[in-house]
């Protein structure tokens, strides 16, 4: 275990940006020729420019004329080293994907390929402008040092079944007793029993008491698809959601990956848990999947349950560009309520922030750039052919937007890519150790998998 990157001191001045302010609720707004004054990490005054230097003591100073600063993007569920698997499970159903292609790759990992795998998710997503991920994945240690090393902000569940036994169930409580906390804040933990198909009953009772005890959320995949929720039905009598409400995963606290399986009599449930429960949505790969119907966003919403914006792993996804993700999210969802007037451009970025923000329990730290919030900060170039004329900056970010825009990424006041630069990534060398281990992951012929695929 270490922790490589110091606390962030001294002063960071951002001047004469545009600024994105995102409320809690209602309309978003671009407040003009804005500086955005951190000390220590923390966001002290956004104000009205006093010119390009600003009068302010500074460590550092970041010229932000003819710039947008939005929130740090949150990808609020995703599993960070499956990059080494991008592209390398298409056009096949759903159990074929997790059966015949990715689960027997997994087998093959190594805690050195997660940590490149980490490393490599890690460089994109600061490109692209995302400054916080919630993951969810095997040897856990990898990606916490990857994130301590680039500077980014996760939230990181090991992923637990039960067929690992006692044991791995004691490392993944370990871990979070060991990481919670560390890189001066920047890795948190949930737990991660991987799905109510995956973990017996027993063992989501015990997870869920450790999250209670230790004060952790619970980040789980359930109610992926509606054949999932019927097939619970079936066997069981009733749905995944309630599976999570008996066995005390909802009371303390859960992160749901995709719920495109929550039906109606499941609301009340989640209601009930609303301050403590979010879902997170990645539509994309429902859309690759052929699955339906999609997450049920304006429902959930209308239940107070926060709903927030994930690309899942690169596998699947094949990006891990949170863009990409909420401008689908916009999309699909117009057209599964067929209302053009529903998901506006303010509820998009707002899911795709604060949503975020709050899904990981971390909104009153992140989200939004507000004195009193950490610095994570991305400022955005809309000047380019695809934004222009520029006759709303919100549309942009939804519509027109890309990872390519993205200029340069602070988190926790500290400056992680600098007109276009990262700084804390050597990207040729990662991608020469990437490069390097992808023909041995890949190799499936062995008849080994992690698990069996059967929900």
Known sequence: MSDRTPPPTGRLLVSGCDVLRVPTQGECEVLRAQDIVVADGVIEDVRPTRGPFGPAPAADVIDGRG?????????????????LMRGAAEDVTVEGWFNDRVWPMESNLTPDDVRIGARLA?????????????DHYFFPEQIAEAVTETGLRADIAPTYFSSGGAKALEATVGFAEAWHGLADGRVTVSLGPHAPYTVDDGDLR???GHARRLGLRVHIHAAEHLEQTRSSLERRGITPIRVLHETGVLDAGALIAHGCGIVEDDLPLLAEYAGTTAVACCPKVYLK???????PV??????????????????????LDVWEALRLVALTQKQAVRDATWMTVSDTLRLAMRGGARALGLQKEIGALEPGMRADLVLTDLSGLHCRPLHDPRA?????ARASDVRTVVVDGRVLMRDGRLLTVDVPELLAEADARVARILDTSHGRAVQHYDP
Request: proline share 4%.
């Open 396 to 400: 942009a970010l939804v519509y027109s």
């Open 289 to 295: 999947h052929a699955l339906s119907p999609l997450t």
């Open 122 to 134: 890690c460089a994109e997503m600061i490109r692209s402008g995302v400054t916080t991920f919630a």
């Open 206 to 208: 015990t997870l869920a």
């Open 298 to 319: 304006r429902d959930l919403l209308g239940a107070g349950v926060a709903v927030a914006v994930g690309t899942d792993g690169a596998a699947g996804h094949n990006t």
């Open 67 to 83: 710039l947008l600063a939005v929130p740090g993007l949150i990808n609020a569920h995703t599993h960070s080293p499956m990059t």
